[in-house]
């Protein structure tokens, strides 16, 4: 037996002999030992080669060595990442989600209503990053929280390069980002899978500790940070199935870590809800989660559980359609590998080449059939690439979780994946795009498991199909996705309008491009609002137009500002609207607002106050008491 032979014997690992000096630095550790070390010694086997080749004297220095060199720079990596989530700033007018937002956050405390306690910590947080210098505007907000999108990125790639390689980890987390449809203003997503990552990496952390003290810390940290994340949208406990990982923790210590982590957590979720109960009083608090368990019986269908679990499953069977044609072309190639890979390098070649040009014929059938498209201002573009890579990424923490000559603490993230992949859905109307849009630990754990399955002896007849198809889904992800970064604008320019125009009148979405007729009715109706002075005037906004409450300045007399959602609702309606109607509020109506009981209801307000039309055109109504009076 050769020595190089032995050393695969003792890593217990099936690891070719071109990747074998990588693993030099374990030969000598026994297969019990292997897990409290991962915590001590979490380099890579591919950087450990890295850097013994680095310290030689005779590194590599032609032009492929430098740029390898330069590929693996944790610098330019660091820098990228900080710039990447910048891109998607100074673009985008949306009156809709981003800057109802944006109205949360500027009269945050003043209504109390069902969503402003549902996720009242990213509104108090929102809140305070609003006041301040140069957070006034739609560019400020962008900004600023775009910033905090970069330093969290930054973060989350030191805590990860020495667990998947530095490679892996900024490859994953500028697909992750580049994918992260929801704009960064929309902070009880973003904090949500800030918080909800950053918790994973400390558990997992925590589980392989050697040091009793650090790892109590950090067991107490990530329980209180799952805790808080509840404040942040209610929904977010369901997170607290990550304490599932304690099956990897030590026997001897497993029920203390877990008393330990239901304390952090209560200690994080009782927090801001007491404060919240200070505030608003409890009643209110409990309000908030009676009507959130009982919304769909107002009209918000899409809420419940079977409406939820319908449109997850719908969305992988989408995939799927796509993803068996793959399956196909695999098994075809491993068949020929079977027969061609281990007779030589012209065998492998004609393998690889087999593998490629059946990846080819299938993005071709993909693309016909509707899978993509080109046209990156709407989701059509990413959607379906992000659900496929999901798939992928879940059969490859199975085949992790799995194997048992894997370490555990990679096992571990194995578990870690599937659990975020199976509760980050749950909670929204979005079926999987909530998955698409927080795939910061998917993405870099799915490239090393990937590249960690390719060079798996085992697998050896299927590696050409393996690295041709996970190469080609790879690829695509990071071209379909940066792509998408770069153009798409949530709800503006949805069908290809060009985003060119700035608007001239309206100090708040300076600077800030959009559509033509966007500009044009933001500017139309900020002049509207000096003629008729109706900065600081309430305003009832029906239908999707909320925003307006920020640009045009306007607090709410309800208890939300967005009142034609279903999820506001008919009793919320009735008792906003006895108090609300005491007054005089304006009233704005978009032409694709529901004609529904609200709407009569908001009608016969305005005939039986005499109120005057003032605006009609660019399809908005604007309806106020007769000026003429």
Not at 148 to 167: N, Q, R, V, W
Not at 172 to 185: E, I, Q, Y
Request: charge should be neutral; hydrophobic fraction near 45%; proline fraction near 3%.
């Amino acid at each position: 037996m050769s020595a190089e032979e032995r050393t695969d014997q003792v890593t217990g690992v099936n690891v070719p002999a071109e990747e074998r000096t990588g693993q030099a630095a374990e030969v000598n550790v026994p297969a019990e030992e292997r897990t409290g070390q991962v915590a001590e010694v979490n380099v890579p086997a591919e950087e450990r080669t890295d850097q013994l080749q680095d310290t030689s004297a005779d590194r590599d220095i032609s032009p492929v060595g430098r740029l390898k060199g330069l590929a693996g720079n944790s610098m330019l990596h660091v820098i990228i990442l900080g710039i990447w989530p910048l891109f998607a700033c100074g673009r985008g007018l949306s009156l809709a989600d981003p800057l109802y937002a944006l109205s949360n956050y500027q009269y945050f405390g003043t209504m109390g209503g069902t969503w402003e306690l549902a996720t009242i910590l990213a509104n108090a947080f929102g809140a305070f990053i609003s006041r301040m210098p140069g957070a006034g505007s739609v560019l400020g907000m962008q900004i600023y929280t775009s910033l905090i999108m970069s330093a969290f990125l930054i973060a989350l790639y030191f805590l990860l390069m020495d667990t998947f390689g530095k490679i892996n980890t900024f490859l994953g987390l500028f697909t992750a980002c580049a994918f992260a449809w929801c704009p960064s203003v929309i902070l009880y997503n973003r904090l949500t899978y800030i918080l909800f990552s950053i918790a994973t990496c400390l558990l997992i952390r925590a589980v392989f500790s050697e040091d009793d003290r650090r790892s109590m810390i950090l067991f107490i940290l990530s329980g209180v940070i799952l805790g808080l994340n509840v404040s942040v949208k209610f929904s977010n406990a369901d997170e607290a199935l990550l304490i599932v990982l304690l099956i990897f923790d030590k026997k001897q210590r497993r029920i203390r870590d877990i008393l330990l982590c239901i304390a952090g957590w209560l200690s994080g979720f009782l927090i801001p809800v007491a404060v919240a109960a200070l505030c608003y009083g409890i009643e209110a608090y409990t309000g908030m989660i009676n009507i959130l368990f009982t919304m769909q019986q107002g009209g918000a269908d899409d809420y419940t559980f079977y409406s939820m679990v319908r449109e997850i499953l719908s969305s992988y069977g989408d995939a799927l359609i796509f993803m068996v044609p793959m399956m196909a072309v695999m098994g075809v190639v491993t068949l020929l590998s079977g027969r061609l890979y281990h007779r030589g390098d012209t065998g492998r070649r004609i393998c690889y080449a087999a593998a490629y040009c059946g990846m080819a014929l299938w993005l071709r059938f993909a693309w016909g059939r509707g899978m993509f498209d080109l046209k990156y201002f709407h989701y059509n573009a990413i959607y379906l690439w992000g659900v496929l890579g999901t798939i992928a990424v879940l059969v490859l923490a199975l085949y992790v979780l799995l194997d048992k000559r894997q370490w555990k603490m990679m096992r571990a993230w194995a578990l870690a994946v599937m659990v975020i992949v199976l509760v980050t859905p749950l909670g929204s109307n979005n079926s999987l795009y909530p998955v698409v849009d927080n795939m910061f630990l998917i993405c870099p754990f799915g490239i090393w498991a990937g590249s960690r399955a390719v060079k798996d002896r085992k697998l050896s007849r299927m590696k050409p199909a393996l690295t041709a198809s996970l190469t080609t889904i790879l690829l695509m992800l990071i071209l379909q996705g940066s792509l998408f970064h770069m153009n798409f604008a949530i709800q503006d320019g949805y069908w290809g309008e060009s985003r060119t125009y700035l608007t001239s009148e309206n100090k708040r979405s300076k600077g800030v491009m959009t559509t033509k007729d966007n500009a044009a009715l933001i500017d139309s109706l900020t002049e509207l609002s000096k003629e008729y002075s109706l900065q600081g005037n309430e305003g009832i906004f029906y239908g999707n137009m909320p925003g307006l409450c920020y640009i045009l300045d306007m607090p709410s007399p309800l208890t939300t500002i967005w009142p034609s959602l279903p999820s506001f609702t008919r009793g919320e309606w009735e008792r906003d609207t006895q108090k609300a109607f005491q007054g005089s509020p304006v009233i704005f109506f978009s032409e694709d607002c529901p004609k529904d009981y609200k709407y009569e209801s908001l009608m016969g307000f305005i005939e039986e106050r005499g109120y005057a039309r003032i605006f009609h055109e660019k399809g908005m109504d604007v309806y106020m008491e007769d000026p003429g009076k």
